[in-house]
């Protein structure tokens, strides 16, 4: 019971962090940057499955890694743009926003599950700790 509570909360704690990661993504989508710097790098989440005890049971997640998007990012031509150069073009992050609201969705509906678990887990907890007091 406790360590299906510890296997949740390595999910909530890795799927706060991707949800944490799209938000930032999503916030920066229409960074323009001149181009003669990096354009906004997006970051994606790496995660990896805790090894298991003697019993074989896996023990969660863990992330691993937030890798970076390219910082060549995607030149547009915008010469109104205050930072555009010479012809007329700035450089804009690589960043697909279907791509970001998917894994949104995913991540929020996997976060979701991983706290139904936690709840149901505590439930269980409190209704064995009634049943030995006699309740």
């Known amino acids: 019971m406790f360590?299906?509570?510890s296997t949740s909360g390595t999910g909530l704690t890795t799927y706060r962090t991707w949800l944490d990661v799209i938000a930032n993504n999503i916030a920066n989508v229409n960074d323009v940057s001149p181009t003669s710097g990096?354009?906004?790098?997006?970051?994606?989440?790496?995660?990896q499955p805790i090894d298991?005890?003697?019993?074989?049971?896996g023990q969660g997640v863990a992330v691993?890694?937030?890798?970076?998007?390219?910082?060549a990012g995607v030149l547009e031509y915008d010469p109104?743009?205050?930072v555009a150069d010479a012809n007329g073009y700035v450089r804009r992050p690589d960043i697909d926003?279907?791509?970001q609201m998917g894994n949104l969705i995913m991540a929020?509906?996997?976060f979701q599950a991983n706290a139904n678990v936690v709840e149901r887990s505590t439930d269980i907890y409190k209704?064995?700790?009634?049943i030995g007091k006699g309740i």
């Open 3 to 5: 360590d299906a509570i």
């Open 38 to 47: 990096p354009a906004f790098q997006a970051q994606y989440v790496q995660a």
């Open 52 to 57: 298991g005890g003697p019993d074989g049971a």
């Open 64 to 71: 691993t890694g937030l890798p970076s998007s390219s910082a």
């Open 80 to 82: 109104n743009n205050p």
């Open 97 to 99: 926003m279907s791509e």
């Open 108 to 110: 929020q509906r996997a």
């Open 127 to 130: 209704a064995a700790i009634d």
